[in-house]
C-alpha cells in the first residue's frame, strides 16, 4: 500500500465493481485504486511491489505468492450470426473440428491440443481476433467473460462443453496477508463484516450479554376461610 491507497489489479474479463463497492462501505479512510492489466502483466506487477493484490487468471507461477481460487468460467465459441454454430445451444469440441480456429497472442485458456484447424494467422490480441472473426475468416474461443466484453452486434457465442476453462484467482505476496488484505479477502468471499478477518472485525466491540433476571416464584395468596 502507498500513498494511503490499496492498489487492486485485475484482468480483462474481471468486473471488481461490487467488491470496490463494498469496499468503500466498509474500509472508508483507505481509497481502493483498481488498476486493469493484461493478464500476462498481473503477477509481474505483484512481484514488482506495483500492486497490493491481483485478480489473475490461473494457472501462474505461484512461487513467493498465496493464491485463492474463486470460480470458473464457461469457455465459448465466438462465430458470426449466420454460422452453423449459432442455430445450436451448444456444442463440442468435436463439432468444431473442421473450423478455422484462431489463437491469439494473448491466449488465456491452456489446450492439450487445440480444436479445429489452424487459422492462417495468429493475431495480437483477442480484440484483433474478434475482427477476424466478424470478415469471417474463422471462429475463436475463449473465456465467457471476454466474449462478452468483446460483444459486437454481427457476433454471437455458445458454450463448449467440453473445452477447458479458465479460473479466476485473487493473489497477493506471501509475507504480505495485511489487515486490508484479509479485509479484501473476506469482502471477495462473501463474509459479512462481523465475521471478516481484518480490520473491522479487530474494531469491532465486544458485545456484552445482559444478566437474565431471575424469576421469583409468584406469590402464593392465603385462602379465606370459610364461614361454618
Same mark, same amino acid.
Given at each position: 500500500m502507498?500513498?494511503?491507497?490499496?492498489?487492486?489489479?485485475?484482468?480483462?474479463?474481471?468486473?471488481?465493481?461490487?467488491?470496490?463497492?463494498?469496499?468503500?462501505?466498509r474500509?472508508?479512510?483507505?481509497?481502493? @485504486?483498481?488498476?486493469? #492489466?493484461? +493478464? *500476462?502483466?498481473?503477477?509481474?506487477?505483484?512481484?514488482? %511491489?506495483? !500492486?497490493?493484490?491481483?485478480?489473475?487468471?490461473?494457472?501462474?507461477?505461484?512461487?513467493?505468492?498465496?493464491?485463492?481460487?474463486?470460480?470458473?468460467?464457461?469457455?465459448?465459441a465466438?462465430?458470426?450470426?449466420?454460422?452453423?454454430?449459432?442455430?445450436?445451444?451448444?456444442?463440442?469440441?468435436?463439432?468444431?473440428?473442421?473450423?478455422?480456429?484462431?489463437?491469439?497472442?494473448?491466449?488465456v485458456?491452456?489446450?492439450?491440443?487445440?480444436?479445429?484447424?489452424?487459422?492462417?494467422? @495468429?493475431?495480437?490480441? #483477442?480484440? +484483433? *481476433?474478434?475482427?477476424?472473426?466478424?470478415?469471417?475468416? %474463422?471462429? !475463436?474461443?475463449?473465456?465467457?467473460?471476454l466474449?462478452?466484453?468483446?460483444?459486437r452486434?454481427d457476433?454471437?457465442?455458445?458454450?463448449?462443453?467440453?473445452?477447458?476453462?479458465?479460473?479466476?484467482?485473487?493473489?497477493?505476496?506471501?509475507?504480505?496477508?495485511?489487515?486490508?488484505?484479509?479485509?479484501?479477502?473476506?469482502?471477495?468471499?462473501?463474509?459479512?463484516?462481523?465475521?471478516?478477518?481484518?480490520?473491522?472485525?479487530?474494531?469491532?466491540?465486544?458485545?456484552?450479554?445482559?444478566?437474565?433476571?431471575?424469576?421469583? +416464584?409468584?406469590?402464593?395468596?392465603?385462602?379465606?376461610?370459610?364461614?361454618?
Amino acid at each position: 500500500m502507498t500513498n494511503g491507497e490499496f492498489r487492486l489489479a485485475y484482468v480483462p474479463g474481471v468486473t471488481p465493481a461490487k467488491w470496490a463497492g463494498v469496499w468503500a462501505e466498509r474500509v472508508r479512510d483507505v481509497p481502493l @485504486r483498481l488498476v486493469q #492489466t493484461p +493478464a *500476462a502483466d498481473a503477477v509481474p506487477l505483484l512481484r514488482n %511491489g506495483d !500492486v497490493d493484490a491481483a485478480f489473475v487468471r490461473l494457472p501462474v507461477d505461484r512461487e513467493g505468492l498465496h493464491v485463492i481460487p474463486l470460480y470458473l468460467e464457461t469457455t465459448v465459441a465466438v462465430v458470426p450470426k449466420d454460422h452453423v454454430v449459432a442455430a445450436v445451444e451448444e456444442v463440442e469440441l468435436a463439432d468444431l473440428a473442421d473450423e478455422d480456429v484462431f489463437e491469439p497472442l494473448d491466449e488465456v485458456l491452456v489446450w492439450d491440443e487445440r480444436p479445429g484447424e489452424p487459422a492462417f494467422t @495468429r493475431p495480437e490480441s #483477442t480484440a +484483433a *481476433a474478434i475482427e477476424l472473426v466478424a470478415s469471417g475468416a %474463422g471462429i !475463436v474461443l475463449l473465456p465467457q467473460s471476454l466474449a462478452r466484453l468483446h460483444h459486437r452486434k454481427d457476433l454471437t457465442y455458445r458454450p463448449v462443453t467440453d473445452a477447458p476453462q479458465s479460473q479466476i484467482g485473487l493473489a497477493w505476496l506471501a509475507p504480505e496477508t495485511s489487515d486490508l488484505m484479509e479485509e479484501l479477502i473476506g469482502i471477495v468471499r462473501g463474509r459479512t463484516p462481523n465475521s471478516s478477518r481484518g480490520r473491522n472485525a479487530q474494531q469491532q466491540p465486544a458485545t456484552r450479554k445482559k444478566p437474565q433476571r431471575q424469576r421469583s +416464584a409468584p406469590k402464593r395468596r392465603p385462602q379465606k376461610r370459610r364461614r361454618t
